[in-house]
């Protein structure tokens, strides 16, 4: 089966520009384009635009996918080690955004607790000018 790329898109859940956008940056093979008519994509393009953007949402950016890509089926070690990277850095970012939130708890309360109408406890940790905000 040959597909426009609008057919291509379609069926890959994606639209037209994502197609081009993947092209662009390398993911994905732009076909010659014939002496009349339109390009005409094979349907394996498919299942490649649709493993990009799984790869996407979990959190692998467009130049670690190209390097999945680039290692295949028979490399399962190195993809391994990419996935567990991947991993340990979301694990970091998740440590991170528990510590901003409980930062951003602890202003909240100490805003709960200050009744002053003058000022705004958070702005004034925010601005450092009460020595808190971490």
Same mark, same amino acid.
């Given at each position: 089966m040959?597909?426009?790329?609008?057919?291509? %898109?379609?069926?890959a859940?994606?639209n037209v520009e994502?197609?081009?956008y993947?092209q662009?940056?390398?993911?994905?093979?732009?076909?010659?384009?014939p %002496?009349?008519?339109f390009?005409?994509?094979p349907? *394996?393009?498919?299942a490649?635009?649709r493993?990009?953007?799984?790869a996407?949402?979990?959190?692998f950016?467009?130049k670690?996918?190209?390097?999945?890509?680039?290692l295949?089926d028979g490399?399962?070690t *190195?993809?391994?080690?990419? %996935?567990?990277q991947k991993?340990d850095?979301?694990?970091?970012?998740?440590?991170d955004?528990?510590a901003?939130?409980q930062?951003l708890t602890d202003?909240i309360?100490?805003c709960q607790?200050?009744?002053?109408?003058?000022?705004?406890?958070?702005?004034?940790?925010?601005?450092?000018q009460?020595?808190?905000?971490?």
């Amino acid at each position: 089966m040959r597909l426009t790329i609008g057919k291509l %898109a379609q069926k890959a859940g994606v639209n037209v520009e994502t197609v081009r956008y993947y092209q662009r940056v390398g993911l994905l093979k732009e076909p010659d384009k014939p %002496a009349y008519g339109f390009r005409h994509y094979p349907a *394996d393009d498919i299942a490649r635009i649709r493993f990009i953007k799984r790869a996407q949402q979990l959190g692998f950016t467009l130049k670690e996918i190209s390097e999945l890509l680039s290692l295949g089926d028979g490399h399962c070690t *190195d993809v391994r080690t990419l %996935a567990e990277q991947k991993r340990d850095k979301i694990d970091q970012q998740i440590s991170d955004l528990k510590a901003m939130r409980q930062v951003l708890t602890d202003l909240i309360e100490a805003c709960q607790s200050d009744r002053s109408s003058d000022h705004c406890s958070v702005i004034d940790a925010l601005s450092g000018q009460n020595g808190s905000g971490t």
